[in-house]
């Protein structure tokens, strides 16, 4: 089942950073970054947080749930949704021990990154 795009209004809601916190749809189910850095996964309509020290110790129980098949487990966020407040705070306290993700090279466009990927002709004889 698919997380429906009403589920993460309502993330996005209770969370209250406005266009700090935002999301990006991949095979039906979402990523949330945080400034960005991606601090959860929703998936079929579940929260799951990365796994931080940070984010734990704010958590008065913790339910590991998995985002995907062969992942590792993460924080199942799901009974905490209601608590704006925690919510902010474990989503925060999750990007603040994140680094920032390394930036994608550039992709060659243009005359010259054709040349480039053109097959070379065999010398003449």
């Known amino acids: ?5 009403d589920y993460i209004d309502y993330i ?3 969370a209250g950073f406005g266009a700090r916190l ?3 749809k991949m095979f039906g189910e979402y990523s949330l970054y945080l400034d960005g850095k991606v601090v959860a996964f929703a998936c079929d309509n579940s929260l799951l947080l990365k796994p931080t020290e940070a984010g734990r110790a704010l958590l ?3 339910t590991p749930g998995k985002p995907y098949p062969d992942a590792k487990d993460y924080y199942v966020l799901d009974e905490f949704l209601d608590d704006a ?6 989503l925060q306290a999750t990007a603040d021990v994140l ?5 994608k090279p550039a992709k ?3 005359v010259k990154a054709a ?3 053109a097959p070379k002709k065999a010398p003449k004889k």
């Open 115 to 117: 040349k480039k990927s």
């Open 99 to 103: 680094s920032l993700p390394k930036p």
């Open 12 to 14: 996005h809601e209770q």
């Open 108 to 110: 060659k466009t243009g």
């Open 85 to 90: 407040e925690l919510l902010q705070r474990v």
């Open 60 to 62: 008065p129980r913790v």
């Open 22 to 24: 935002t999301h990006k």
């Open 1 to 5: 089942m698919a997380t429906d795009s």
